[in-house]
């Protein structure tokens, strides 16, 4: 196949031809790329959905976790919670004394602390 080249004539046209349809074409391919990105930006906006969902999810598991510090007390089958009399023992070895109670107070707590490795 053999090629011949263009004359300025020819090559004025064409100028002109793609200079008076440059907004058509521009259009034409703008409403391509849009016709092309719908679908993908129905999926970026259902993801975007789903991280929203995980991200609430996990600020409530957040505010429902133990963390370190902690108060926590323990609740018997019998529905009552076990507590450490006048807040437990003040001198190592000494032994703590356990009690029942309906309610806890603060200085009957338990606090949560991180165990060594």
Partial sequence: MTTTPLTPAQIEWLTQWFADRRGEIHAEVEQIMADALSPL???VDALQAQVATIQEALTVLDGAALKVGDPIALRAASGKLVCAEEGGPKID???FTFVARSTV?????FGTERGQR
């Fill in 41 to 43: 930006q129905a999926q």
């Fill in 93 to 95: 070895e000494d032994p």
């Fill in 105 to 109: 107070g603060a200085w009957e707590s």
